[in-house]
């Protein structure tokens, strides 16, 4: 499934220098596929980018148009990992990495 062609497009991108990310809106052209995984997109957004750290690439809010074919979401790329902590919520970082996170999930069974 994955050998099918995606197109990746971005837009409304924007630098955000006070939460230290660029941030941007994602549209993805999946024709012959029912949707494209996170981790590719983060995947092809790291490279598109030319981000070192794939753990500071966010995707999120992923919706599929009617009809397929096509969806449209939110990316975020922060400038390090420690502003990623910093800045992102909680429950979007559980979600990203538990690696991410080993400290704070300490913090949390105290």
């Known amino acids: 499934?994955?050998?099918?062609?995606?197109?990746?497009?971005?837009?409304?991108?924007?630098?955000?220098?006070?939460?230290?990310?660029?941030?941007?809106v994602v549209d993805v052209l999946h024709p012959g596929r029912a949707n494209v995984s996170k981790a590719e997109l983060k995947e092809k957004l790291a490279r598109m980018y030319d981000v070192k750290d794939p753990n500071t690439v966010f995707v999120f809010k992923f919706r599929t148009h009617f009809g397929g074919g096509k969806s449209t979401g939110f990316g975020l790329i922060y400038d390090t990992v420690e502003n990623a902590k910093k800045?992102?919520?909680?429950?979007?970082?559980?979600?990203?990495s538990q690696q991410l996170l080993q400290p704070l999930l300490l913090n949390f069974c105290l």
């Open 1 to 24: 499934m994955a050998d099918k062609a995606v197109t990746i497009r971005t837009r409304k991108f924007m630098t955000n220098r006070l939460l230290s990310r660029k941030q941007f």
């Open 87 to 96: 800045y992102e919520p909680k429950y979007r970082l559980i979600r990203v």
